[in-house]
C-alpha cells in the first residue's frame, strides 16, 4: 500500500481527499463506447495499403484487382486523392525558420518513405472485405536505398528523401553564454563525457486508434468520431487540410483508451475518413490493428545524446554541455521537431549550474514518425542528466545521494532563474531526496549491498536514484512563440449553473483515462458548494465545447483546471451581485461560505446559490443591466511554466549468472504542488513509472539493417505484465505553485521521467564493482551478461 | 453455421461465418461492446471472457468453438440493478482502472483467477494476471483490488 510522507492537503470540503472517481461505473460495467463501438449503419470499412519497403519509387498502383473483391466499394491510390487536400499534412512546430520538411500526404504520391507509408486505400462493407481487397491492390515499387541507422542518417550517406539534399531537418541550439561554458570546462577538474541511446518506443495505448467519419444530415457537414488526445486542434487541422470550412467539422472523442502523446497527432487515417466520407457521401471508418498501430503511429525517444559535465574535485557542476541527434522518422508529425526541445532547457536536471549549453540536430530517416510520447523530450534529459551524475559519483569517489545533494538548487533559491533561461516556480529538492532515501531505507540497502559483494553472492543488489524535476502546465502563449509553436497555450472553461442548482462545467481539456470528470467536480463542489455529484462535465466534443487546445504536457489540471476555477470564481462574482441586490446589502458585506452567501454579522440574512440559480434563470428581479442566468467563462493562459520534482529509488536484483534484472523496489517521493485528489495522483505515479521501466528494461522498437520494424506485435515487443514489476512505496511532499491560483503543478508524466534513469543506474550500481559503468537500454539480461563479461572476465557474466 | 451460445444468462442462436471470432461474436452479434479487442496475437488480454466460469480470450476461439457453451462478459457482472460485482467494486474502490480499456479484460481474469485461487500471495495475483497487459495503472492498483476480494471472501462465483 501507499505511504503518504505528508498529510494530503488539508481540505475544508472535497479537494485533497481521495474520492472515488465518477467515471468509474461506466468503464468498470463495459457501457463505456470507445470509436470502434459506435454503430454506424451504411458505414465503409477503409482498409490501408502500406509500403513493405522502408524507402522506394511507387512505380505504379494499381486497385482495379481490389474494386473486383466482393463488397468493395472504391479504392485509391495516392494519386487518385491528389485533388481532395487543401495542403500537406500539418506539423505545427517549425522549430526554425530553416527546417526541412519534406510535404506529407496521408497516401504517398511517388515515393514511399517508410514500411508503414500509405500507398492506397481500399473501402468495403465489412473490414474484413476491405482488408482482403487490400492484399489484391497491385503496387510496383522499385526499392531505394534506406536510411535507417540515426548517426549514418546525419552523415548523408543515404538520402531518406530523395528530393532532399540532406536528413538533418534542423539544428536548434541554447548557448546563452557560450564563453562561460568554454570557461568552465577550460577550468574544470574533473569532466564526465557520457553518450547514451534513447532507443525509439511504441507507445502502445492498449485501445488502438480509431475514426469514424459520418456526414451530417444537413449537406456538408462532418461529424468525426476519432481516438483522440486532441478533438480542437484536429479540428481545425483537418479542415486545412482537407480543405472543409472548419465550422462544418465537429470532432467527437468518445471514451479514449489511453494515448501517451501517441493520440496527440493529425494522422492520415484521419483525414482520409473525412475526404473519403465527403467524396461518396457515405460514413468512412477505419480500425487500427495492434500490427498496424506498430507502423502507423507515431514512435517515441529515438535519439543519440552526448552530455559533458564540468566538475570541480568535490563533484560540483559548474557547466552541461549537450548535443543530441534526434529522430524526426520519415516526415514531421503535429510536433515531431519539437520534442527534444521540450527536453532542451532541463539537461542540468535539479542542480545549480552556472554555464549552459544545448544543440540538437533533428534528422530524417526511414522510419515511423517519431513524435509526443508520455513526458516528450523531458524523459531523454533526465535520463541524461542522472545517469551523467552517477557517473560523475563514481569519478570523484561520492555516493550518488551525496553528489546529488552537492549540487541541488537550494530551497532558498526560488523561484530559481536557470542558466538556461527558466524560472524554476518552486521547489525543495533536497527535501524530495530526504524523504525518498528514509522511505527505502538507503543505509540499509547500502549494508545489505555490500554484505551481498562480500559474501559473493550471485543475486547482487543495486540502488539506483533519479532525482528529476520538469517542466509542464504546457504553457505560456508566449513562450511558445519564442519557439516557433505556432498555436498557444492556454485553456478554456464555462461554467454554469442550471435552474435546478446542479452545475454544467464545460471545458476544453480531453480526457482519455486521466479522471478529469471526478477532479473538475471537486474544484467546483469546493467552489459552489455543491456536492460533485451534481457537477456535469462536458468535454471532448467540439459542439458543445468548442474553445480548447486538449490534454497533453500535463497541463490539464495546471491550465485546464486553473480556467475552470477562474471561470467558478466569475459566476461567485455575479451571483454575489445578485444576492446584495435580493438582500438589500453592499456586496461587500456577504460573504461565501458553502454555497451559501449570508450577511456579515448577520447570518440569518442568507441566499444559496441555487436559490440565486433559479432567481439569475426567472430573471424576475435582476439589478439594473444584469444579464439572466448565473454563467461565466475563462481563457486562461499560464504565466509560467509548473516545475514538479521529486526523487526516485529503484532497487533490482541482478543475477550474476545470467543477467536476469528483477525490479523488486521501488519507491518514490513526487511533489506535484497542491493535490486535488492524491488517489487519482498515485495513479498517475504508478502507472509512469512502469512506463519508464518498460524503457529502461524491456521495449524497444527494433529494425533491421534494411529498416524493417521487427517488433510489430506484443509477442515481440515487450509492454511489461503485472508479473515483471512490484508494488511502489510513494510518498509526497508538497510545495505549491505560485504560478497558479490552485498552486498545482501536474502530474502527468513525472513517474515516466524520473524512473527510467533511477532503474538503469540501479542495474549499473549492482554491477559497478565489477567495472560495469553502461549498458544500453532496453537492459536485457543478454546485454547485461555481456556487460559483467566484458568489464571482468572470469567473473561468470559472457561475451 | 448456426451456434447456439448463452451469453450472460440469455440463449441465442445465430449463423455465423465459420470464421468468426468468438469476440467478434460477442461485440457484432450479441451487441456486446464491453468485450474489447487490444491486439491481433493474444497477448493482451483485453478480450478475456469466461466460457463455462473459466478465462478464456475470446480472440483466440471461434464462435463455433463455443456452440453450446456459456459465457460471461464485463455486461453480465453487476447485478440487474446495477450493483457492481465485487470485483468491479473493488477496482473502483482501489482506483484500478484509468482509460478502462484493458478493464473488461482484467475483470474478468480475476473472477477466474481468484475462482481457483481463493487466498492467493501478491505474487500469486502477479502470476495469475501476466496475459492480461494495462498501460495506465502500472498494475499496483488492479494487484490492490484483486487482494482486497480475496481478503473480503465475498466472491460470488
Partial sequence: ?799 | MQVTVTVNGTTGSHDVETRMLLVHYLREVRGLTGTNVGCDTTSCGACTVLLNGESVKSCTMLAAQADGEEITTIEGMAAPDGTLHPIQEAFREHHGLQCGFCTPGMVMAIASFLKEHPDPTEAEVREGLEGNLCRCTGYHNIVQAALAVARAGELVS
Fill in chain 1, 1 to 799: 500500500m501507499s505511504a503518504t510522507m505528508t498529510e494530503d492537503t488539508p481540505a475544508k470540503g472535497v479537494v485533497g481527499t481521495r474520492m472515488l472517481r465518477r467515471e468509474d461505473p461506466a468503464l468498470l460495467s463495459g457501457e463505456a463506447r470507445y470509436v470502434h463501438d459506435l454503430v454506424v449503419p451504411g458505414a465503409l470499412h477503409m482498409a490501408v495499403v502500406r509500403s513493405p519497403y522502408a524507402h522506394a519509387r511507387v512505380t505504379s498502383v494499381d486497385v482495379s484487382g481490389a474494386l473486383g473483391m466482393p463488397g468493395v466499394a472504391a479504392a485509391f491510390s495516392g494519386a487518385d486523392l491528389a485533388g481532395e487536400w487543401g495542403s500537406a499534412m500539418p506539423c505545427a512546430w517549425p522549430v526554425t525558420a530553416d527546417m526541412q520538411s519534406p510535404p506529407h500526404f496521408p497516401v504517398a504520391l511517388n515515393e514511399a518513405c517508410y514500411v508503414g507509408d500509405a500507398v492506397a486505400v481500399v473501402l468495403a462493407g465489412s473490414q474484413a472485405e476491405a482488408q482482403d481487397a487490400a492484399g489484391a491492390v497491385a503496387v510496383v515499387y522499385e526499392e531505394l536505398p534506406a536510411a535507417v541507422d540515426l548517426e549514418d542518417a546525419a552523415s548523408d550517406r543515404v538520402l531518406a528523401h530523395s528530393d532532399l539534399s540532406s536528413n538533418r531537418a534542423y539544428t536548434w541550439e541554447l548557448t546563452p553564454d557560450a564563453d562561460a561554458v568554454t570557461r568552465a570546462f577550460d577550468a574544470a577538474a574533473v569532466t564526465v563525457k557520457e553518450r547514451y541511446v534513447q532507443q525509439r518506443l511504441i507507445p502502445a495505448a492498449m485501445e488502438p486508434r480509431g475514426v469514424c467519419v459520418v456526414p451530417q444530415p444537413f449537406g456538408g457537414e462532418y461529424l468525426v468520431y476519432s481516438a483522440t488526445q486532441i478533438p480542437h486542434i484536429l479540428r481545425t487541422m483537418l479542415g486545412i487540410t482537407a480543405g472543409v470550412p472548419e465550422e462544418r467539422i465537429r470532432v467527437v472523442a468518445p471514451s479514449v483508451g489511453g494515448g501517451f502523446g501517441s493520440k496527440l497527432d493529425v494522422y492520415a487515417e484521419e483525414l482520409l475518413c473525412l475526404v473519403l466520407s465527403r467524396r461518396l457521401r457515405k460514413p468512412v471508418r477505419w480500425s487500427e490493428e495492434r500490427s498496424e498501430a506498430a507502423q502507423a503511429t507515431i514512435h517515441g525517444r529515438g535519439q543519440v545524446q552526448e552530455i559533458e559535465l564540468a566538475a570541480d574535485t568535490d563533484g560540483r557542476v559548474q557547466a552541461v554541455r549537450v548535443r543530441l541527434l534526434a529522430d524526426m522518422g520519415a516526415y514531421m508529425q503535429l510536433v515531431t521537431p519539437g520534442v527534444p526541445l521540450l527536453g532542451a532547457f532541463l539537461y542540468h536536471g535539479v542542480y545549480d549550474v552556472a554555464a549552459y549549453s544545448f544543440t540538437c540536430t533533428g534528422v530524417f530517416t526511414n522510419k515511423t514518425p517519431t513524435d509526443a510520447y508520455r513526458g516528450a523530450g523531458r524523459p531523454e534529459a533526465t535520463y541524461a542528466i542522472e545517469r551523467a551524475m552517477d557517473a560523475l559519483a563514481r569519478k570523484v569517489g561520492t555516493d550518488p545521494a551525496e553528489v546529488r545533494r552537492r549540487n541541488f538548487i537550494g530551497a532558498d533559491k526560488f523561484p530559481y532563474a536557470s542558466a538556461a533561461g527558466l524560472l524554476f516556480d518552486s521547489g525543495n529538492y533536497e527535501g524530495a531526496l530526504d524523504a525518498a532515501l528514509e522511505l527505502v531505507d538507503y543505509e540499509g540497502l547500502r549494508e545489505e549491498q555490500a554484505r551481498r559483494r562480500g559474501q559473493g553472492a550471485s543475486k547482487l543488489l543495486g540502488v539506483g536514484l533519479s532525482s528529476y524535476v520538469e517542466m509542464c502546465g504546457l504553457a505560456p502563449s508566449r513562450v511558445l512563440a519564442s519557439l516557433n509553436y505556432v498555436a498557444g497555450g492556454w485553456e478554456a472553461a464555462t461554467v454554469r449553473m442550471l435552474p435546478t442548482g446542479k452545475v454544467q462545467v464545460v471545458t476544453g481539456a480531453t480526457p482519455h483515462g486521466q479522471g478529469h470528470v471526478t477532479s473538475w467536480s471537486m474544484i467546483i463542489a469546493d467552489k459552489l458548494g455543491v456536492s460533485p455529484e451534481d457537477v456535469e462535465v462536458l468535454h471532448s466534443d467540439t459542439a458543445v465545447s468548442p474553445l480548447g487546445l486538449d490534454t497533453y504536457g500535463s497541463r490539464s489540471l495546471a491550465v485546464g483546471g486553473t480556467a475552470i476555477a477562474l471561470a467558478a470564481d466569475r459566476l461567485i462574482d455575479k451571483a454575489r451581485l445578485l444576492a446584495a441586490h435580493r438582500l438589500e446589502v453592499a456586496p461587500e458585506d456577504l460573504e461565501l461560505s458553502s454555497g451559501q452567501f449570508s450577511v456579515r454579522g448577520s447570518p440569518s440574512s442568507a441566499m444559496a446559490l441555487g436559490a440565486l440559480a433559479f432567481e439569475a434563470f426567472t430573471a424576475h428581479d435582476l439589478p439594473q443591466g444584469m444579464e439572466p442566468n448565473l454563467e461565466a467563462s475563462a481563457t486562461y493562459d499560464p504565466t509560467n511554466f509548473t516545475f514538479p520534482f521529486g526523487t526516485h529509488v529503484a532497487v533490482v536484483e541482478v543475477d550474476a549468472e545470467t543477467g536476469k534484472v528483477d525490479l523488486v523496489r521501488y519507491s518514490a517521493v513526487d511533489d506535484c504542488g497542491n493535490q486535488i485528489n492524491p488517489l487519482i495522483v498515485d495513479g498517475q505515479v504508478h502507472g509512469g513509472i512502469v512506463q519508464g521501466v518498460a524503457q529502461a528494461l524491456f521495449e524497444e522498437a527494433v529494425y533491421d539493417d534494411d529498416g524493417n520494424l521487427l517488433t510489430t506485435t506484443f509477442t515481440d515487443y515487450l509492454v511489461p505484465a503485472a508479473s515483471e514489476v512490484p508494488s511502489f512505496s510513494l510518498g509526497r511532499t508538497v510545495t505549491p505553485s505560485p504560478s497558479n491560483p490552485l498552486g498545482v503543478k501536474g502530474i502527468g508524466e513525472a513517474g515516466t521521467i524520473a524512473s527510467t534513469p533511477a532503474v538503469v543506474n540501479a542495474v549499473v550500481d549492482a554491477l559497478s564493482h565489477l567495472g560495469v559503468v553502461d549498458i544500453a537500454m532496453p537492459v536485457t539480461p543478454e546485454r547485461v551478461w555481456r556487460s559483467i563479461g566484458a568489464a571482468a572476465p572470469g567473473t561468470g557474466g559472457g561475451r
